[in-house]
């Protein structure tokens, strides 16, 4: 089974709109952390955003929050105010066993394909 | 400044040869990864190690081989041994719930 799954291929958000990347996950675990990553077109992984499964406020940074809805194991990343730099691929990945573990890797979803227009 | 280094960025061999991909990392971070990406996909995984002398296999380890003779450096061989080895290489390192990634090497296989 898919631990990760993120169901929208491509999404366009006009500029200094707010847009919410979709992403579910699946585990048995209790203790995981859950990760936002940005991929430009030039490649390199971006972190954006991590929400622990135990921390009882979702995550921000910056224009980036983390809507982490734990009983229907969704972890949506909203993205305020966009700017064209934004246009990227996003990636939601988790790990099993957080709170200092230096185990576990990430698994990643196919990704979302964000397009932001003028 | 910080960070893991992958190089070189472009790669370019022959069907039938070996290559090594390099990833350091000045972290100094316990677990290392390297994983995979195809066009429209998302990263795989292929090897990890969470401490020297020490490597597992990920999801997609055959044709491939690992080294962890240094807690700095984690290199990738791509043998003649993998059907499909053009692709682009992420290697990433972490520590706690930090997970770090280099800028990839891209590798083209004719």
């Known amino acids: 089974a898919q631990k990760i799954t993120q169901t929208q291929p491509g999404m366009f958000v006009q500029e200094k709109e707010a847009v919410t990347l979709d992403c579910t996950y699946d585990?048995?675990?209790?203790?995981?952390?859950l990760f936002w990553y940005k991929q430009p077109s030039s490649g390199e992984m971006i972190f954006l955003i991590y929400?622990?499964?135990?921390?009882?406020q979702n995550a921000t940074e910056g224009r980036y929050s983390l809507n982490f809805q734990k009983a229907r194991k969704s972890a949506n990343l909203v993205i305020s105010a966009s700017q064209l730099g934004d246009s990227a691929m996003y990636f939601c990945a988790m790990r099993e066993g957080h709170r200092g573990s230096t185990l576990g890797r990430l698994y990643f979803g196919r990704g979302t394909q964000l397009t932001v227009w003028p | 400044d910080g960070g893991i280094t992958q190089s070189p960025k472009y790669l370019f061999r022959k069907e039938g040869q070996n290559v090594t991909l390099s990833c350091e990392q000045n972290?100094?971070?316990?677990?290392m990864y390297w994983y995979r990406q195809d066009p429209g996909q998302g990263l795989r995984l292929i090897y990890y190690?969470?401490?020297?002398?020490?490597?597992q296999k990920g999801d997609i380890a055959e044709g491939y081989s690992v080294s962890r003779e240094k807690k700095e450096s984690f290199p990738l061989t791509v043998t003649s041994a993998q059907k499909n080895p053009t692709a682009f290489y992420l290697c990433?390192?972490?520590?706690?719930?930090?997970?770090?990634f280099g800028n990839g090497t891209r590798l083209t296989v004719t």
């Open positions: 990433a390192s972490s520590l706690g719930s930090t997970f770090d």
């Open positions: 972290l100094n971070h316990d677990a």
């Open positions: 585990t048995s675990d209790q203790s995981y952390g």
């Open positions: 190690s969470q401490i020297v002398n020490d490597f």
């Open positions: 929400q622990g499964s135990y921390d009882e």
